[in-house]
């Protein structure tokens, strides 16, 4: 199913993980699409090297020239409501840290 689908037929609430590297080829339909829900998360990194050295990408390669791009996506923070890095934090960190930021804004 594409990104597209899913985004059409989504009814319920739910967590959809776009993937970094689909960010880049967004299109007009699919960012409006996006923009209509309350809560984009961003999980970002502010060591890209360690990412990169962590996915035995090589330097210079093609693959890393994508990630680098990716991570530079402007898009990426203008579709986002909110951000979180995740650097030194574990699955269940993050989890944690994306309930408490919906928890909280509920109640304001």
């Known amino acids: 199913?594409?990104?597209n689908n899913i985004l059409e037929y989504l009814t319920t609430p739910s967590i959809i993980?776009?993937?970094?590297?689909?960010t880049v080829g967004l299109n007009d339909i699919s960012i409006n699409k996006i923009k209509q829900f309350k809560n984009i998360i961003l999980?970002?990194?502010?060591?890209?090297?360690?990412?990169?050295?962590?996915?035995?990408?090589?330097?210079n390669?093609?693959?890393?020239?994508?990630?680098?791009?990716?991570?530079?996506n402007p898009e990426n923070?203008?579709?986002?409501?909110q951000i979180i890095y995740v650097d030194n934090k574990t699955p269940e960190e993050i989890v944690n840290e994306i309930?408490?930021?919906?928890?909280h804004k509920k109640r304001h």
């Open 99 to 103: 309930i408490n930021l919906n928890c």
């Open 17 to 22: 993980d776009i993937g970094a590297l689909n």
């Open 43 to 59: 999980l970002k990194s502010k060591d890209l090297k360690s990412i990169l050295k962590r996915r035995n990408i090589e330097q």
């Open 1 to 3: 199913m594409t990104l």
């Open 61 to 72: 390669s093609d693959l890393e020239r994508i990630y680098i791009e990716t991570h530079q």
């Open 77 to 81: 923070r203008h579709l986002s409501t």
